[in-house]
Nanobody
Framework: QVQLVESGGGLVQPGGSLRLSCAASGSIFITTMAWYRRAPGKQRELVADVARTGDTNYADSVKGRFTISRDNAKNTVRLQMNSLKPEDTAVYYC????????????WGQGTQVTVSS
């Protein structure tokens, strides 16, 4: 069974930076890794994802400010967030999809990111 453990959230001033990390344990058969977020009163949205090949995809709202990367050997994914804005405030969730007979989507527990002065 795959588990995702996140770290790196916190409080930062507008214009600041944070880095989120997520480590997957329990299986090597993971595919896409991604970060989603849910802001208060809003639906969960995709922030960025990265394939095993390294191909990336970003939400328009974070392009040029956020960078997603992964280490396939360690089954980890990171999200470097720069030039943070108050509207980036949300709970951020790590996500992956596990292959195999017992596979499926797996979510982390979420980490709070607050951008405020």
């Amino acid at each position: 069974q795959v588990q995702l453990v996140e770290s790196g959230g916190g409080l930062v001033q507008p214009g600041g930076s944070l880095r989120l990390s997520c480590a997957a344990s329990g299986s090597i058969f993971i595919t896409t890794m991604a970060w989603y977020r849910r802001a208060p009163g809003k639906q969960r949205e995709l922030v960025a994802d990265v394939a095993r090949t390294g191909d990336t995809n970003y939400a328009d709202s974070v392009k040029g400010r956020f960078t997603i990367s992964r280490d396939n050997a360690k089954n980890t994914v990171r999200l470097q967030m720069n030039s943070l804005k108050p509207e980036d405030t949300a709970v951020y969730y790590c996500y992956t999809f596990v292959l195999g007979p017992a596979g499926g989507p797996v979510w982390g527990q979420g980490t709070q990111v607050t951008v405020s002065s």
